[in-house]
């Protein structure tokens, strides 16, 4: 299920996304405090519900819900306001549901089992990488266990590259930094790779990884990954982010720089 909310109360929107995020029905959910970019984004990306405080500044709710459904008209809308004269409105546009601020978890479930246009729910990931604290990645939302503590670390580097296909020279002079390439560590690189590919495919999850000559590389669009949701702007993997990526290793300063900087300019 893809879901959007917007509201022009940031701390309020942000609670409530990061509400929404933890829901095991909801797929994906992206917060707007714009009804502009709302609509917008609306416009351009498949939404199933989206959550529309009513009283807003600028745009109120039941206007924005009105343009949504003529660019989306099978949108499923659910209003939530903390006045409850605003009732009879939501009525008249058929809304698929009314939640009285402050919501609930409950007040959620309950609306998302009653939705006019009933969504099915995509099936979420069963791979989780969490990057920011220190690494982990899951299967099934238990943590994987390797044979090599190295290993889990050679999956944090390709998750960090995002898809791209780096050179077993690479990762030597990345994960074991100024230490001399010999044969025993390539041969201890090669088990790594045959670690990780024997953890996945036991999970029936082998194509997740892709390998050429000398060189390797992840399928992130399998992965549930908090840093590919901020890259992606995100809210609730934007809240998520306190200063910290991979903190275990050290070659990820650069990415966490990079992370940085961006959350200095824009936001």
Not at 1 to 13: A, G, Q, T
Not at 194 to 209: H, N, Q, T, Y
Not at 230 to 238: M, Q, S
Request: glycine share 6%; hydrophobic share 40%; net charge negative.
């Amino acid at each position: 299920m893809r879901v959007i909310s917007v509201d022009d109360e940031k701390i309020i929107l942000e609670d409530f996304v990061d509400m929404l995020s933890s829901m095991h029905e909801i797929d994906s959910v992206k917060g707007f405090t714009d009804c502009d970019e709302a609509l917008e984004y609306v416009k351009n990306e498949d939404v199933d519900v989206a959550f529309l405080d009513i009283h807003m500044r600028g745009m109120d709710g039941i206007e924005l819900a009105k343009r949504m459904k003529v660019v989306k008209p099978g949108i499923n809308i659910v209003f939530l306001t903390a006045y409850a004269e605003y009732s009879m409105q939501a009525m008249k546009m058929h809304a698929s549901g009314y939640i009285m601020k402050p919501a609930s978890e409950e007040d959620v479930r309950r609306e998302l089992e009653d939705l006019r246009r009933p969504v099915q729910s995509e099936s979420r990931k069963r791979l989780r990488a969490q990057c920011f604290g220190n690494f982990e990645v899951y299967i099934d939302n238990m943590p994987c266990t390797f044979r090599y503590i190295k290993t889990k670390e050679l999956i944090a580097y390709l998750i960090d590259r995002r898809g791209a296909y780096v050179t077993n020279g690479e990762i030597l002079g990345t994960l074991w930094e100024d230490k001399e390439v010999t044969p025993s560590l390539e041969n201890y690189l090669r088990n790594l790779v045959g670690d990780m590919r024997g953890v996945f495919k036991e999970a029936d999850l082998d194509s997740v990884i892709l390998k050429k000559k000398g060189m390797i590389a992840i399928v992130p669009e399998a992965f549930d990954c908090d840093y590919y949701r901020w890259i992606d702007g995100d809210v609730a993997a934007i809240n998520a982010f306190s200063g910290e990526y991979m903190s275990q290793y050290s070659w990820s300063e650069y990415t966490l720089a990079g992370i940085e900087s961006r959350m200095e300019e824009d936001y």
